[in-house]
C-alpha cells in the first residue's frame, strides 16, 4: 500500500496552474490521505495526452496506475468529493482507441486501464453439463481481448462475440457496443455478458447483472462510461472451433448484395460470421487479395477490372474442424449457390480461429512498420435502417465519398432482435426497423478536436429522418452526479 506524498500532491497542483486549468484546487491534505495499492505518476502525461484518433490533446495533471479496483473508487470518491464547483475530473482510458479524446480530460486524472488487466486475475471457468452451468470468463475491465482469446483457447472456449480488433479493452468496447460480423446471430459483446464490476461516479465499488442493479448494468453497457467504470465482467463462452474457411466475393449491384446479407442473417443454416465492405475506385484489388487468398478461378480473377468502379464486398466465415472439412465444403458450397455475386470474384482461405479474429493486428504491423499507423483515424459509425439504406448508398457511396482509398467503408448487417433483446426491455434501434446495418466510414480528415466537418453532417442527412440515422454506440444518455467525463470511450 503506497500513500501519496505531499510531493505528488504538490506537482498535481503545479501541472494543474502550468497547464492552465482554472480551478476549485484542493490543498495538499486533500489528496495526501489517498492509500494506493498502485500509484500516480507525472512523467507520462503526455502520452495519455493522444489517442487512435490523433486529432485531440488533452493534457491531464495525473495519470493514475491502478494496483486495484479500491485504487480507481479512492481516485474517484475524491473527485467526487471536491462538489460539483471543481472542474477536475477522470476519464478511464483502455488502449488508447478513443477518436475525440474520451479518454483524455483536461487537467484531471486518467486511469490506465490496463494497469488491472495482468493474466492473474483472469479465472474461466468452464462450466458443467446443462445449461444451469454455462461456461464463463471473469475478465479485467483492462484486460485486451486478444489476451481474453488466448486465456479461454487453453480450455477449448471463447467469448461468442467480437470487434474485428482485439487489441482493445474489455471495459471499452462494452461501454460501446462491440459490434462485428457475428452480431447478427450472436448479439454484440453487450448482448454477451453475465455481471458487472463498476466504480461509479460515487466511487462506490457495485456488481451488476440482469438480477441485480439492473439499472445500472444495463445502462452501463454501451453507455460510454458515464454510469461508471467498468472494472469487471463475465463473459458468456461457447465451444472454440479451430478452423476458419474466410471468403470473399464482389458485387457491382447494390441491391443484389443488401438482399443477399439479408437472406444469409436471416437463414437457420448460415455463416458465422458475416460483413460487407465497400470499395471505391480502387484498382487491382483482385490482385492484393492474391497475397492471402485463392481465387476460385484464377483464369477469370486475372481478367476482372475494378478501375473507376462502386463494388460490394461479401465477407463470410464458415467455422469447423479439420475432420469435418468435407461437411463444410458442402455446406459452404450450398450457401454460395444462391447468392448473386460476380462469379470470377469468388475468393477463399483456411486460417485458424486465433488468425482469422486477429486478422486486423496484423495490418496494424504493417502499417506501423511503414509510419503510417499513427496518423489522425477520423471516423463515423451510424444505424442505418433498411428503409433508407439504398437512398444512403445512392447519395455517399461514389457521390460524397469519392473513394475508399483513405480508409474502409464497412457494412454490419444486423437485426433488431440482436441488439435489443437483451437490453433489460430497452429497444435501441430507431424506427422499430426488422434491419439495420452499422455503417462505418472514414471520412476525410476533420479540421479541430470536436468539430464536425461538413462531410459528416451530410452524410448524417443521408440516412432519413432524425430518427433514423443514428451514431452506432448503443446507449441511452442520462444526466447522472458524477465526475467521471463524459463519455468516456475508454476502449
Same mark, same amino acid.
Given at each position: 500500500?503506497?500513500r #501519496?506524498?505531499?510531493?505528488?500532491?504538490?506537482?498535481?497542483l503545479?501541472?494543474?496552474?502550468?497547464?492552465?486549468v482554472?480551478?476549485?484546487?484542493?490543498?495538499?491534505?486533500? !489528496?495526501?490521505?489517498?492509500?494506493?495499492d498502485?500509484?500516480?505518476?507525472?512523467h507520462?502525461?503526455?502520452?495519455?495526452?493522444?489517442? /487512435?484518433?490523433?486529432?485531440c490533446?488533452?493534457?491531464p495533471?495525473? =495519470?493514475?496506475?491502478?494496483g486495484?479496483?479500491?485504487?480507481?473508487a479512492?481516485?474517484?470518491?475524491?473527485v467526487?468529493?471536491?462538489?460539483?464547483?471543481?472542474?477536475l475530473?477522470v476519464a478511464?482510458?483502455g488502449?488508447?482507441?478513443?477518436?475525440?479524446?474520451?479518454?483524455?480530460?483536461?487537467?484531471?486524472i486518467?486511469v490506465?486501464?490496463?494497469?488491472?488487466?495482468?493474466?492473474?486475475r483472469?479465472?474461466?471457468? $468452464?462450466?458443467?453439463?446443462?445449461?444451469? $452451468?454455462?461456461?464463463? #470468463?471473469?475478465?479485467?475491465?483492462?484486460?485486451?481481448? *486478444?489476451?481474453?482469446?488466448?486465456?479461454?483457447?487453453?480450455h477449448?472456449?471463447?467469448?461468442?462475440?467480437?470487434?474485428?480488433y482485439?487489441?482493445?479493452?474489455?471495459?471499452?468496447? !462494452?461501454?460501446?457496443?462491440?459490434?462485428?460480423?457475428q452480431a /447478427?446471430?450472436?448479439?454484440?459483446?453487450?448482448?454477451? =455478458?453475465?455481471?458487472?464490476e463498476?466504480?461509479?461516479?460515487?466511487?462506490?465499488?457495485?456488481t451488476?447483472?440482469?438480477e441485480e442493479?439492473?439499472?445500472?448494468?444495463?445502462?452501463?453497457?454501451?453507455?460510454?462510461?458515464q454510469?461508471? *467504470?467498468?472494472? &469487471?465482467?463475465?463473459?458468456?463462452?461457447?465451444?472454440a472451433p479451430k478452423?476458419v474457411r474466410w471468403?470473399?466475393?464482389l458485387?457491382s449491384?447494390?441491391?443484389? /448484395?443488401?438482399?443477399?446479407?439479408?437472406?444469409l442473417?436471416?437463414a437457420e443454416?448460415t455463416?458465422?460470421?458475416i460483413?460487407?465492405? #465497400?470499395?471505391?475506385?480502387?484498382t487491382?484489388?483482385?490482385?492484393?487479395?492474391?497475397t492471402?487468398?485463392?481465387?476460385?478461378?484464377?483464369?477469370?480473377?486475372?481478367h476482372?477490372q475494378?478501375?473507376g468502379k462502386?463494388l460490394?464486398? !461479401?465477407?463470410?466465415?464458415?467455422n /469447423?474442424d479439420?475432420?469435418?472439412?468435407?461437411?463444410?465444403?458442402?455446406?459452404?458450397?450450398?450457401?454460395?449457390?444462391?447468392?448473386?455475386?460476380?462469379q470470377?470474384?469468388?475468393?477463399?482461405?483456411?486460417?485458424?480461429?486465433?488468425e482469422?479474429l486477429?486478422?486486423?493486428?496484423?495490418s496494424?504491423?504493417k502499417?506501423?512498420?511503414?509510419?503510417l499507423?499513427e496518423?489522425?483515424?477520423?471516423?463515423?459509425?451510424?444505424?442505418?435502417?433498411?428503409?433508407t439504406?439504398?437512398?444512403f448508398?445512392t447519395?455517399?457511396?461514389?457521390n460524397?465519398?469519392?473513394?475508399?482509398n483513405?480508409?474502409?467503408?464497412?457494412?454490419?448487417?444486423?437485426?433488431?432482435q440482436?441488439?435489443?433483446?437483451?437490453?433489460?426491455?430497452?429497444?435501441?434501434?430507431p424506427?422499430? #426497423?426488422p434491419?439495420v446495418?452499422?455503417?462505418?466510414?472514414?471520412?476525410?480528415?476533420?479540421?479541430?478536436?470536436?468539430?464536425?466537418?461538413?462531410?459528416?453532417?451530410? !452524410?448524417?442527412?443521408?440516412?432519413g429522418?432524425?430518427?433514423?440515422?443514428?451514431?452506432?454506440a448503443?446507449?441511452?444518455?442520462? $444526466?447522472v452526479?458524477?465526475?467521471l &467525463?463524459g463519455?468516456v470511450?475508454?476502449?
Amino acid at each position: 500500500m503506497v500513500r #501519496v506524498s505531499v510531493v505528488c500532491c504538490l506537482k498535481l497542483l503545479l501541472l494543474l496552474a502550468l497547464g492552465g486549468v482554472t480551478m476549485h484546487v484542493p490543498d495538499a491534505g486533500v !489528496l495526501a490521505p489517498l492509500r494506493l495499492d498502485g500509484y500516480l505518476s507525472f512523467h507520462d502525461v503526455a502520452a495519455a495526452a493522444r489517442d /487512435f484518433g490523433n486529432r485531440c490533446s488533452l493534457l491531464p495533471a495525473a =495519470v493514475l496506475h491502478p494496483g486495484s479496483v479500491a485504487d480507481v473508487a479512492a481516485a474517484v470518491r475524491r473527485v467526487f468529493q471536491l462538489g460539483e464547483r471543481s472542474p477536475l475530473t477522470v476519464a478511464a482510458r483502455g488502449h488508447g482507441h478513443s477518436l475525440l479524446g474520451q479518454s483524455q480530460t483536461a487537467g484531471g486524472i486518467v486511469v490506465r486501464m490496463e494497469s488491472l488487466g495482468g493474466g492473474a486475475r483472469m479465472r474461466v471457468h $468452464a462450466g458443467g453439463a446443462g445449461a444451469d $452451468a454455462p461456461a464463463y #470468463v471473469d475478465a479485467p475491465g483492462g484486460a485486451l481481448w *486478444i489476451n481474453v482469446l488466448h486465456e479461454t483457447l487453453k480450455h477449448g472456449l471463447a467469448p461468442k462475440s467480437w470487434t474485428d480488433y482485439l487489441h482493445l479493452t474489455v471495459g471499452g468496447t !462494452l461501454s460501446n457496443a462491440g459490434v462485428s460480423g457475428q452480431a /447478427f446471430r450472436q448479439g454484440p459483446q453487450v448482448s454477451n =455478458v453475465n455481471q458487472l464490476e463498476i466504480v461509479t461516479g460515487r466511487g462506490d465499488v457495485v456488481t451488476c447483472s440482469p438480477e441485480e442493479n439492473s439499472d445500472l448494468f444495463y445502462g452501463a453497457l454501451g453507455g460510454l462510461g458515464q454510469f461508471g *467504470i467498468i472494472t &469487471r465482467a463475465r463473459i458468456a463462452l461457447e465451444p472454440a472451433p479451430k478452423m476458419v474457411r474466410w471468403i470473399r466475393v464482389l458485387y457491382s449491384d447494390f441491391a443484389s /448484395f443488401t438482399e443477399d446479407q439479408e437472406a444469409l442473417i436471416s437463414a437457420e443454416r448460415t455463416f458465422d460470421y458475416i460483413e460487407g465492405f #465497400v470499395i471505391i475506385n480502387r484498382t487491382g484489388i483482385l490482385n492484393n487479395w492474391r497475397t492471402s487468398f485463392k481465387p476460385q478461378d484464377p483464369v477469370q480473377a486475372s481478367h476482372f477490372q475494378s478501375d473507376g468502379k462502386v463494388l460490394y464486398c !461479401l465477407e463470410m466465415t464458415k467455422n /469447423f474442424d479439420p475432420d469435418e472439412a468435407d461437411i463444410m465444403e458442402q455446406e459452404v458450397g450450398v450457401l454460395l449457390s444462391r447468392l448473386r455475386y460476380i462469379q470470377s470474384t469468388l475468393f477463399h482461405t483456411d486460417v485458424t480461429y486465433l488468425e482469422f479474429l486477429d486478422r486486423v493486428h496484423s495490418s496494424e504491423l504493417k502499417l506501423r512498420a511503414q509510419g503510417l499507423w499513427e496518423v489522425p483515424h477520423p471516423w463515423l459509425n451510424l444505424l442505418i435502417p433498411r428503409s433508407t439504406i439504398h437512398r444512403f448508398a445512392t447519395e455517399v457511396f461514389g457521390n460524397i465519398l469519392k473513394d475508399s482509398n483513405n480508409g474502409p467503408i464497412l457494412l454490419y448487417p444486423v437485426g433488431q432482435q440482436d441488439v435489443s433483446g437483451d437490453t433489460g426491455g430497452r429497444n435501441l434501434l430507431p424506427g422499430g #426497423v426488422p434491419v439495420v446495418r452499422t455503417v462505418g466510414l472514414r471520412p476525410r480528415q476533420r479540421r479541430a478536436c470536436g468539430e464536425p466537418q461538413r462531410q459528416d453532417r451530410r !452524410l448524417l442527412r443521408q440516412g432519413g429522418r432524425r430518427d433514423e440515422a443514428v451514431p452506432s454506440a448503443l446507449h441511452h444518455t442520462a $444526466a447522472v452526479e458524477s465526475p467521471l &467525463r463524459g463519455e468516456v470511450g475508454d476502449i
